[in-house]
């Protein structure tokens, strides 16, 4: 059972994510090289200082607004909702529906196109991905309780969450939710595409 979080915790959590959201933001309307941190503190509400205690610089705080895509607490009912007989590819199969939201990815694919454009987000952008997968690596290492090999749960994370990342810089031409697909265009759904990459896992391609 995980300990609920402080009144301290969360108003570190609240920083955070107000700090993140503000870098963000002005890089999707500024670009990186049109904003200071200066300007993301001003725009967050906060001092200087409070921002040099929670990021290294404006890139690391751009990152930081994708690094917590779902709860904790939505992954323990994720889990406690699965049917006795799941598999860890369902498990995993639920928790990417929970982490990559409409909103989620379309964000985060702003954020491809961000790190395209300026090379100094890119090891940030790397990072992202690792967490997320991590992140996925817990749940599942949760879900299966020493049931299967050691770095199995290593490997389907890593084989899941890396085929993202040609949908998000664009060398797969897939859709997300919400986008319109042209009559010339060749392109497939989003969930055309994570229903396929599961049906060859489950096949062992």
Known sequence: ?????????????ATTF???????????VRGMDGFIVDDIV???????????????CKEEAVAAYFMSSA??????????????????LDALYCLLKLQFTSAFL????????????????????????????IAAQEVLEQFTRGRYTDGY??????????????IMDGRLNVLLPGEAQDERSSAISFD?????MFGYLRKGF
């Open 153 to 166: 749960t290593h490997l389907l994370a890593g084989a899941v969450y890396g085929a993202f990342i040609p």
């Open 106 to 133: 379309h964000k985060l694919r702003q954020f491809v196109s961000l790190a395209n454009q300026y090379p100094t987000l890119e090891p940030y952008l790397l990072s992202v991905f690792h967490r997320l997968q």
């Open 42 to 56: 001003q725009q967050a509400g906060v001092s200087r200082r409070t921002f040099a205690n929670y990021f290294s």
């Open 192 to 196: 055309h595409y994570l229903n396929s």
């Open 1 to 13: 059972m995980n300990p609920k979080l402080t009144l301290r915790d969360k108003k570190k959590e």
């Open 71 to 88: 709860s904790k607490e939505d992954q323990n009912m994720l889990l406690a909702g699965l049917p006795p007989d799941a598999t860890p």
């Open 18 to 28: 107000a700090l993140a959201e503000a870098a963000f933001e002005l890089a999707l």
